[in-house]
């Protein structure tokens, strides 16, 4: 089940972090910190699909839908971004 | 750090397939050196006369660019003796590809540091391979822990955070893991442990400073009491065949997400593997890097399923996967077989029976005297007993 933190998520606002940049690849994606020097994999392409759709997305449960993740699976989805968001990877915004 | 939803098939597996562009990209800017290391992989210690100029790697940094390789780990030699190394440098993270280079520290002055210090996009990675003058000096050559420890006074002294202190392991600094520790810890850096390996000058050396089997269990479980807070370069993957897998991806990324481009512009499998054998193509051949990375016909044969050959009927094949190619192909040892550190001793036969190991297919050492250089041998603790007129230790008596 996610944490408390990542179910508030659902309805954030959040984006790629500035300095973040994504390469696609076969199973998904890389995703590099330009600051940190961290690297993640995104393990699959809707995961890469949703990443890239949170910045113009009005939530992050938008960003699932438009992306066509089905809801039983929104909880590992919202587990992942919240390991992308303690990374630094993604980051919250204040406006829609 | 592996983000994870549900997915089809482990990352490793398609990992082993390859990528688009490296992961993990080493370029080695020059085989120049001012030091003459006894195991330096690349026997550096020359300067190639055709290695790359000034353009060609700038039009190599703008390829990395378009191939979004988001940062390069530049070695050598000593990259920093390359007059343009620093114009390289910036001309990179103009280009959004960030740098980790390697130095033996005798070149990062307080001036240079306080640059490197001003950009996230650069880091850097000071070689130590003791924790004490005698052990380090030992292979590295006199002076260079003096230099390591300025180096890296200097880079915290300019507020550089989280740079790297890598150790190479060997027979002598295994029982030294607590004390580089605390080095990186004092400076402010992070410790880098990785493997030796019998590439280049380690070929010759390898016999003397691999670390005994004991060792290597006692660098294991270090590794898993501690492998949290030091990075590995996936160095160690033959080693989890004790138990518990070590923390990173465990397999021999070499043509699947490591690559090396040696400073004449000739991409190899890994930075452990300059040899014919592993020798995929050259930047400067049509296509430049990007067809070599994904079409020369070794790096695709890398990436097809492999065989394992006698390891696929050892229990711990799954966790090391018949180790480090590299390893294998400079000891003599078939690439299909096991590992010549493998941790089941399924390796000894096989060593025993070896008639010849591969000669190099280049050497940039150093043919005359190098200041500094290591004099690896155990001296002379007894006088002589007789005086000799050309020797400088005329007059010196037995006894007296």
Redesign the interface.
């Known amino acids: 089940m996610p944490s408390e933190l990542s179910t508030g998520m659902l309805d954030q606002l959040w984006e790629l972090d500035g300095s973040v940049s994504l390469r696609t690849e076969p199973f998904g994606a890389l995703a590099y910190h330009f600051r940190t020097r961290r690297l993640s994999f995104l393990k699959t392409p809707e995961l890469v699909d949703v990443v890239r759709r949170l910045a113009t997305s009005s939530s992050v449960e938008v960003a699932l839908r438009d992306a066509g993740v089905p809801e039983p699976h929104w909880p590992s989805y919202l587990r992942a971004l919240q390991g992308l968001a303690t990374g630094g990877m993604i980051r919250r915004r204040d406006t829609a | 750090?592996?983000?994870?939803?549900?997915?089809p098939g482990r990352?490793v597996d398609?990992?082993e397939?390859g990528?688009?562009?490296p992961?993990c990209l080493t370029w080695e800017l020059t085989y120049a050196c001012n030091l003459a290391c006894v195991h330096c992989l690349s026997s550096s210690g020359r300067r190639d006369p055709d290695e790359l100029s000034t353009d060609e790697c700038k039009s190599l940094i703008d390829e990395f660019e378009r191939m979004?390789i988001?940062?390069v780990n530049i070695g050598g030699g000593e990259p920093t003796v390359r007059p343009d190394f620093w114009e390289l440098l910036d001309y990179a993270v103009d280009h959004?590809v960030?740098v980790?280079f390697s130095t033996n520290g005798f070149r990062i002055t307080r001036e240079r540091a306080a640059e490197l210090a001003a950009t996230?996009?650069v880091?850097v990675q000071i070689s130590l391979d003791g924790a004490t003058a005698d052990v380090n000096d030992h292979v590295r050559g006199a002076g260079t822990y003096d230099a390591a420890m300025r180096a890296m006074a200097n880079l915290q002294a300019a507020g550089m955070n989280g740079f790297k202190l890598s150790v190479v392991c060997t027979r002598h600094n295994i029982g030294q893991l607590d004390e580089f520790k605390a080095i990186a810890d004092r400076y402010g850096a992070q410790l880098r442990l990785t493997r030796l390996r019998p590439s280049g000058r380690g070929a010759d050396v390898w016999q003397e400073l691999h670390p005994r089997p004991e060792q290597q269990r006692r660098l294991y479980d270090w590794l898993v009491a501690n492998g949290d807070q030091v990075l590995t370069g996936d160095s160690f993957f033959h080693l989890s065949a004790y138990g518990e897998a070590l923390p990173g991806l465990n397999l021999c990324g070499a043509g699947r997400v490591v690559c090396l481009v040696d400073p004449v512009g000739d991409v190899y499998a890994c930075p452990f593997a300059i040899h014919d054998r592993f020798r995929a193509g050259s930047i400067r051949s049509v296509g430049g890097f990007d067809t070599v990375w994904k079409q020369s016909e070794l790096f695709l044969e890398l990436r097809s399923p492999q065989t394992g050959g006698a390891c696929t009927k050892c229990s711990a094949y799954d966790s090391c996967r018949g180790g480090c190619m590299a390893a294998k192909f400079f000891t003599g040892l078939p690439l299909d077989g096991p590992d010549p550190e493998c941790v089941k001793g399924n390796s000894e036969t096989s060593l025993s029976l070896v008639q010849s190991r591969p000669s190099a297919s280049g050497d940039h050492s150093h043919t005359g005297p190098v200041r500094n250089a290591p004099v690896p041998l155990t001296l002379l603790t007894t006088r002589p007993d007789k005086a000799c007129d050309e020797s400088p230790l005329v007059g010196l008596r037995a006894g007296s």
């Open positions: 750090m592996t983000i994870a939803p549900p997915a990352l398609q990992l397939r990528l688009d562009a992961i979004q988001f940062y959004h960030g980790k996230d996009y880091d």
